[in-house]
T-cell receptor
Framework: DAKTTQPPSMDCAEGRAANLPCNHS???????VYWYRQIHSQGPQYIIH???NNETNEMASLIITEDRKSSTLILPHATLRDTAVYYC????????????FGTGTRLQVFP | NAGVTQTPKFRVLKTGQSMTLLCAQD?????MYWYRQDPGMGLRLIHY???????AKGEVPDGYNVSRLKKQNFLLGLESAAPSQTSVYFC?????????????FGAGSRLTVL
């Protein structure tokens, strides 16, 4: 199971794009990249996932490098409510007991 | 559509007492999970279930038992609580079929063991 590396914290001005990086250099071909976030002490919330192609949904965009060794989560217009811990996880489609939540990146959005 | 519901939300126990945390999901998901989260740490998997009547150990199963008698419910039991089990417990569920397996989490249950 691929290990991911994320910066412990980042800041972003409200209204600007927040770009959260993640390194997953040991990811295997059948492993997805998943992003979740946890606001304060609430339960983690799913954001987006991808395998090879870039993905976009109503919450965010996910850019995966061609070699799949790293990815970036983009929140296009960050708001104060996006302040949270963001988890990047690399894991298989099945066997989701293998999804390892690390300590993530604490994103602080400031006015 | 409530999603994943955990009860109780808060509980204080004395060392040696027992209790059960209940997780209920209304999404007809096959897979269910129990995680714990300690301050400043990520989530660690305690036990999980891939279907009604099945359970399996996760990363930190010691001191806990689980049961999945009904597809929609996943119970986490502490037979003899210890202060080291003071934590926030999260239940999650997922569809468990083909393709990416996305987890839906409950709001958490905060347990304090004195």
């Amino acid at each position: 199971d691929a290990k991911t590396t994320q910066p412990p914290s980042m800041d972003c001005a409200e209204g600007r794009a927040a770009n959260l990086p993640c390194n997953h250099s040991t990811i295997s071909g059948n492993e997805y990249v998943y992003w979740y976030r946890q606001i304060h002490s609430q339960g983690p919330q799913y954001i987006i996932h991808g395998l090879k192609n870039n993905e976009t949904n109503e919450m965010a965009s996910l850019i995966i490098t061609e070699d799949r060794k790293s990815s970036t989560l983009i929140l296009p217009h960050a708001t104060l409510r996006d302040t949270a811990v963001y988890y990047c996880i690399a894991g298989p489609a099945y066997n989701t007991d293998k999804l390892i939540f690390g300590t993530g990146t604490r994103l602080q959005v400031f006015p | 559509n409530a999603g994943v519901t955990q009860t109780p939300k808060f509980r204080v126990l004395k060392t040696g007492q027992s209790m059960t945390l209940l997780c209920a999901q209304d999404m007809n998901h096959e897979y269910m999970y129990w995680y714990r989260q300690d301050p400043g740490m990520g989530l660690r998997l305690i036990h999980y279930s891939v279907g009604e009547g099945t359970t399996a150990k996760g990363e930190v199963p010691d001191g806990y038992n689980v049961s999945r008698l009904k597809k929609q419910n996943f119970l986490l039991g502490l037979e003899s609580a210890a202060p080291s089990q003071t934590s926030v417990y999260f239940c999650a569920s997922s569809y468990g079929q083909s393709g990416a397996n996305v987890l839906t989490f409950g709001a958490g249950s905060r347990l304090t063991v004195l």
